[in-house]
């Protein structure tokens, strides 16, 4: 600890190690751009926008101003049973960029809080048509969807269930898609749809009139980037048709140019039910999220209400803070203005190229991208999780900020990064990860 170090001893850090960080402690004091530096003044480049968020880069002068004059506007509303124009001007131009139908907007904080938000709408959808049994959900292995009650029911990770068992709810799982013979793919694998089979077989054993939604990541991003076979979603999404479950992408990482089109839908051509969404929807300067829901499944909850009562009984006091939606409208902006989406489609080959660079290094089992997100799979330590601690700690020690999840990284840059820039990450991963001692 230095003398430019805070007091430690009260922040209980999340997902962190405390007692190792506290002994190394690795602090941001500010960012620009795609680098962030530490209080001594160390420049880290920063390999995962964030936490996924920052997809425009940080400091965004376009952000801070609007956010600026919104908090001596209308710093705060509540939004039960009154609310803030700027929020319906953000809900109309998110609408414009889901697919169609997906047009109506619900607002949370966090990407968790949009799951949760998810899953009472669509406990509330069935309700509402006389299908209140179905009370079942289906996730799969290695599924992240956030760590609040609804998440933590849906998670297919072990770490994030195994303390919690007594508070969550009846979910069922299915097998993760990754295989041994799709180790190194780029893209899409061709092998693994019929792994979407199983909730054919989940609805045989369950009944699928019990099931109310499939809840999927378009990538699997928190596990280490794990793409989706060919043919894999069109094949869910056919099942839920099939027996009436609802279909919900959780496009919290994947949401907003990250996989080349707006959402992971487009660019997959699958329309799920419902879409979750959060990161990048300010650039990561408010915590905001939200639940992009059909039109019509919405319209089934108000119009089965009965009498002057809330349809949902479900909110936040910051759903829709008006800070956030402006911070909101300011990124869309940003988007649309500086070609965002598409400039990061057309880096999106030169980041593969990179990751796929490090296929005979030391530290790499496996190498796996799609559009602006990339999973590095490490050589396992000696007990799960040590490798990618590690490695992550060494990056930070060698100028490179990079999510780690157990023993795989996630190498996830923000769409404005500069091909120097984008080679000099790919440096430091080389020198770390070609490492035989570690």
Known sequence: MNALAPNMDHHWLPFTNNRLFKQEPQVFARAQGVRYWTPEGREILDGSSGLFCCAAGHGRPEIADVVHRQLMTLDYTPHFQRAAPVSFEFAQRLAALLPPGLDRLFFGNSGSEAVDSAVKICLAYHRARGQGQRSRFVSRNWAYHGVNIGGTSLAGMVNNRRDYSGVTFDTLHMRHTWSEEQRYTRGQPESGADKADDLEDLCRLHGGE?????????????????????????????????????????????????????????????????????????????????????????????????????????????????????????????????????????????????????????????????????????KPGANPGEKG??????????????????????????????????????????????????
């Open 210 to 378: 019990t099931i109310a939604a499939v809840f999927i990541e378009p990538v699997a991003g928190s596990i280490g980037t794990i793409v989706p076979p060919k043919g894999y979603l069109e094949k869910l999404r056919a099942t839920c048709d099939k027996y009436g479950i609802l279909l919900v992408f959780d496009e919290v990482i994947t949401g907003f140019g990250r996989t080349g089109a707006a959402f992971a839908a487009q660019e997959f051509k699958v329309t799920p039910d419902l879409i979750t969404m959060a990161k990048a929807l300010t650039n990561g300067a408010i915590p905001m999220s939200a639940v992009a829901v059909h039109r019509d499944i919405q319209a089934a909850v108000i119009d089965a209400a009965k009498g002057d009562r809330p349809e949902l009984f479900h909110g936040y006091t910051y759903s829709a803070h008006p800070v956030a939606c402006a911070a909101g409208l300011a990124a869309l902006d940003i988007y649309r203005d500086e070609g965002l989406f598409a400039r990061g489609q057309a880096m999106s080959p030169k980041l593969l190229d990179l990751v796929f660079g490090l296929r005979n290094l030391p530290q790499v089992t496996d190498l796996r991208g799609y559009g602006m997100i990339a999973g590095i799979q490490l």
């Open 389 to 438: 601690s590690l490695v992550q700690r060494l990056l930070f020690d060698a100028g490179l900020h990079v999510k780690a999840t157990g023993d795989a990284l996630i190498f996830a840059p923000a769409f404005v990064v500069e091909e120097d820039e984008l080679a000099r990450m790919g440096e430091v991963l080389q020198k770390v990860l070609g490492r035989g001692d570690i």
